[in-house]
């Protein structure tokens, strides 16, 4: 019989449901909603998570199980599941087992039985905050005190420099995929998800992975062709250290790329601002509109912060390149004197539509 649990929110909220996964006595974080309807997997291991909890805004979790080929990382990122429906019988054949066996492993606790309906809206009007799972194994009746104590030790978003938790320790190699004279690329890897290594591979690119820290002499040992600014945690403001490095390369006219927080950091490095979103964007279902094309393009985000609009338009050094077509905000930009271009979405799609796989080749095009 499942254990009885709750999820507190930062502004007194609550919703009663059951524990599933590994039962932690209570896990907490931001909490965020993501509306796609598959790629669970994906997005418990996506490092762009980290610090969050994420709730399903599909009603139904577990459907088809675990399976390795899934992750995007070598571990889970996400801090909570937060989920309507939960089963731990699955359909897929090739799965290594259900989902449930996983979370046990990966010590991933959440909560089933929630209304996410009505909690995603709560988040939609009020905004993203921190919250509590917790579990009522062994708690007297007063569940609030012991939540209350556990969010008190809960960070804000705003001014976290997550990238040091999610970064690789040791920089790496990755050779390409394909024949002939590799073109030597430089990922910063401030939470890369593998898939954006797979695409860079598969279009003959050799890759040099650096960690976070990574200075500019680092990168320019590498001899690099071109760089990769991944996406990954926390608040650009907090990362001066990074965006230094990225101006570095624009001084020198390094052909860049940058994915969501590494678009913000492009943006920050050009002279733009960022700022906390209210409630972010996360799922498979974004409608982007190509400025240069005037084609929609349907998108994979997950991102909490965004670049100044007015700033980008402002800007004559900039060109604006895509926008998001259900609340105007930045999608894209370009250097117009630097070969520098990026984007806030993420071009791989994994999970998502393959609509935006063409900025790969627009940057090995750069390169060339």
């Not at 909570?80 to 990966?106: C, I, P, W």
Request: a negative charge; aromatic letters at 6%.
């Amino acid at each position: 019989m499942s254990t009885p649990g709750s999820l507190h929110l930062q502004d007194g909220r609550i919703f009663e449901g059951w524990i599933v996964g590994f039962d932690a006595g209570n896990c907490g974080g931001e909490l965020c909603f993501n509306t796609s309807m598959t790629g669970y997997q994906e997005m418990f291991t996506d490092p762009s998570y980290r610090g969050q909890m994420l709730v399903h805004n599909f009603v139904h979790l577990g459907n088809y199980g675990a399976y390795a080929a899934d992750q995007e990382s070598d571990r889970v990122q996400i801090s909570g599941v937060v989920v309507r429906n939960f089963t731990e019988k699955h359909s897929r054949l090739m799965a290594d087992s259900s989902l449930q066996d996983y979370m046990v492993r990966n010590r991933l606790m959440g909560i089933r039985g929630v209304d996410t309906r009505a909690l995603v809206r709560h988040i939609r009007n009020s905004g993203a905050m921190n919250a509590v799972i917790l579990s009522h194994k062994g708690l007297d009746g007063d569940h609030h005190y012991h939540a209350q104590k556990a969010l008190q030790d809960l960070p804000s978003m705003v001014g976290l420099d997550l990238s040091a938790l999610v970064t690789t320790a040791e920089s790496y190699r990755m050779e390409s995929a394909i024949q002939g004279t590799p073109k030597q690329v430089v990922v910063m890897d401030y939470g890369v998800k593998r898939n954006m290594l797979h695409h860079l591979t598969q279009r003959g690119c050799e890759l040099r992975v650096l960690p976070a820290s990574a200075t500019i002499e680092d990168v320019m040992a590498c001899g690099p062709q071109g760089v990769l600014l991944s996406n990954g945690p926390g608040d650009p403001a907090a990362m001066d250290h990074q965006v230094g490095v990225v101006r570095g390369l624009l001084e020198r006219r390094v052909p860049l790329m940058g994915i969501c927080l590494g678009h913000q950091l492009l943006a920050r490095a050009a002279g733009l601002d960022t700022f906390k979103m209210h409630n972010g964007h996360r799922g498979s279902n974004h409608p982007v509109l190509n400025l240069r094309n005037n084609r929609s393009e349907i998108t994979s985000q997950n991102h909490g912060f965004a670049v100044n609009l007015e700033q980008t338009k402002a800007a004559s050094h900039l060109e604006l390149t895509h926008i998001n077509l259900n609340d105007q905000t930045v999608e894209g930009l370009a250097l117009r004197d630097r070969p520098a271009f990026s984007v806030q979405y993420h071009p791989e799609s994994n999970p998502g539509p393959h609509d935006s796989h063409y900025l790969f080749d627009d940057f090995v095009s750069m390169m060339d």
